[in-house]
């Protein structure tokens, strides 16, 4: 059986920008691992075939090891297509059997089983050919549980994070925890694996949920980490206020006060400021007293502008920033409740909240939202970032995000035209 992971445009794939602008669906992170993880995982799949946005194919085939938009693939065995937005604990599927597909009520593919004698009969040329094909075989009714906003993630991840940590079965401290040192709660709730230093003057509290650092992490005095936590390989806490529910790393260097929050890899909120219920891409600086707010004065449900259209209500009274790939921001900014905060965004502070939407490719300049240097500068700020952790800006990557420039300009163009009008009226 191959497991074939399909994430292509679509309106529902938009509810996950601006995170998912640089990356496909199951790379979002929710626990310890990836939702893609997650799928393989349940499956027990060792076959897998990846398809996404034809745009990112290149610069994504460069991070997997899994064949990308590779229409062989669609051929010669037994498929499982799983569309990402399905949880993993939903997928309570037989990966071998009679064919069928389970659609959602709109008519999307959720998955399908499709055995190799009647993958011949259906048109196969390609994902899309594909999945308009399987909508002809049996449809088994099942309400299957599914992501639909980033901040579903964010809402899940305390209670995603004990269940990872339950599933990898590790407690102990493997690494190193300096004396003197405070553990609260069991620790049969906390994992320190191997090469992980905890500093002296660290609280590691698992009395509510366990807390796992994982390999090389190291963590400085007078840090506290409340469980549930996970804190993802190589990262650093320079005297972190660690609340309850984080996701962090790998790669990541992080102080201040952080709550409920997904960070990816290689980002930094190195200093002071309050982050809470967000969700940060990769390569993103926060400066120092960068702060979001996650609650509104009125404690009433936050909604998010997601790409400049109407607010979408969250259902939820704590929802904080939604930033996305290689933002930078100066120190002091201050996001408003519910921020969407665009990739390739240039901040500087106003001292009072920033704007609830901010598009991609944006240079926030006095309180302006600008085509600033442009985005040639925004690369060679990402390449200088990059190559300080010895990573590679790659063509691949420079055409992916040139064709998200153009993705986003409908939305960016008009909000830098407004931008402009005001402030000819303000001379």
């Not at 626990?31 to 398809?51: H, P, Y």
């Not at 390609?126 to 980033?150: F, G, M």
């Not at 069991?186 to 003057?201: C, L, R, T």
């Amino acid at each position: 059986m191959r497991l074939v992971l399909f994430d292509l445009p679509s309106e529902r794939r938009g509810n996950f920008n601006p995170i998912c602008l640089s990356r496909p669906i199951w790379e979002l992170r929710c626990g310890m691992s990836s939702l893609g993880e997650k799928i393989i995982a349940r499956l027990g799949a060792t076959d897998v075939a990846q398809f996404v946005p034809q745009y990112m194919a290149a610069a994504y085939a460069e991070q997997t090891g899994y064949p990308v938009n590779d229409a062989k693939t669609l051929g010669g065995d037994d498929l499982l297509l799983v569309n990402p937005r399905v949880k993993a604990e939903a997928l309570n599927v037989e990966t071998t059997g009679a064919p069928e597909v389970c659609l959602s009520d709109e008519g999307e593919v959720l998955y399908a089983r499709v055995p190799a004698d009647t993958l011949a009969k259906l048109q196969a040329g390609s994902i899309e050919e594909l999945l308009e094909s399987v909508k002809s075989l049996p449809n088994v009714q099942r309400d299957l549980a599914t992501w639909n906003y980033t901040w579903d993630l964010v809402l899940a991840n305390p209670d995603q994070i004990t269940e990872d940590f339950r599933a990898a079965g590790m407690s102990g401290i493997v690494g190193s925890v300096e004396e003197p040192r405070a553990i609260r709660g069991s620790e049969k709730d906390v994992y320190v694996a191997s090469g992980a230093k905890v500093h002296p003057m660290v609280v590691l509290d698992a009395e509510h949920g366990p807390i796992y650092i994982d390999q090389d992490v190291e963590v400085h005095p007078f840090t506290r980490i409340e469980g549930p936590c996970y804190v993802g390989k190589k990262s650093i806490l320079l005297g972190a206020k660690c609340r309850e529910g984080n996701s962090i790393g790998p790669v990541c260097r992080v102080g201040g006060e952080v709550e409920e929050s997904i960070i990816h890899g290689h980002s930094n909120k190195y200093h002071d400021g309050f982050l809470g219920h967000a969700y940060v891409g990769e390569w993103v600086n926060l400066g120092a007293l960068t702060t979001n707010s996650d609650l509104k004065n009125d404690y009433s449900d936050v909604s998010v502008v997601l790409d400049g259209k109407k607010p979408v209500g969250t259902g939820s009274t704590k929802v904080g920033s939604l930033i996305g790939d290689h933002t930078k921001t100066s120190i002091g900014a201050l996001f408003n409740t519910g921020a969407y905060v665009g990739a390739m965004t240039l901040i500087m502070a106003t001292g009072s909240p920033l704007p609830k939407f901010i598009p991609s490719f944006t240079w926030f300049l006095n309180g302006v939202p600008t085509k600033g240097f442009g985005k040639k500068k925004l690369y060679q700020t990402a390449r200088t970032a990059m190559s300080r952790r010895k990573k590679e800006w790659t063509d691949a990557q420079e055409a992916m995000w040139d064709a998200i420039f153009e993705l986003t300009a409908p939305v960016r163009n008009p909000v830098i035209k407004k931008g402009r009008r005001e402030m000819t009226r303000g001379r």
